[in-house]
Nanobody
């Protein structure tokens, strides 16, 4: 089992920034990718950003140029720096950990609210 714990959400004004953190612990051998998804009320969960162990990344078109995902392999931690936040970024953000055997693990989610 892998335990996944997110932190760093909160309330921010439009144009502001936040940094989310996600730490994986437990059976962490074989983690291939870590990423962030989000789910707004009434919407499906969607990919925000993903980073593979070797550092290559994927981003949703809606966040390209504003969000940056990074990873500390030694700490099994992934970060999401979110700049120029918009009201439409408001959602619960979930961390996802994917292992080479295909198993995936989710955190409990952290709320991000962008509002004036």
């Amino acid at each position: 089992q892998v335990q996944v714990v997110e932190s760093g959400g909160g309330l921010v004004q439009p144009g502001g920034f936040l940094r989310l953190s996600c730490a994986a612990s437990g059976s962490i051998f074989g983690i291939s990718a870590m990423g962030w998804y989000r789910q707004a009320p009434g919407e499906q969960r969607e990919l925000v950003a993903l980073i593979y162990r070797r550092g290559n990344t994927n981003y949703a078109d809606s966040v390209k140029g504003r969000f940056t995902i990074s990873r500390d392999n030694a700490k099994n931690t992934v970060y999401l720096r979110m700049n120029n936040l918009k009201p439409e970024d408001t959602a619960v953000y979930y961390c996802n950990v994917i292992k080479t055997d295909g198993d995936a693990y989710w955190g409990q989610g952290t709320q991000v609210t962008v509002s004036s």
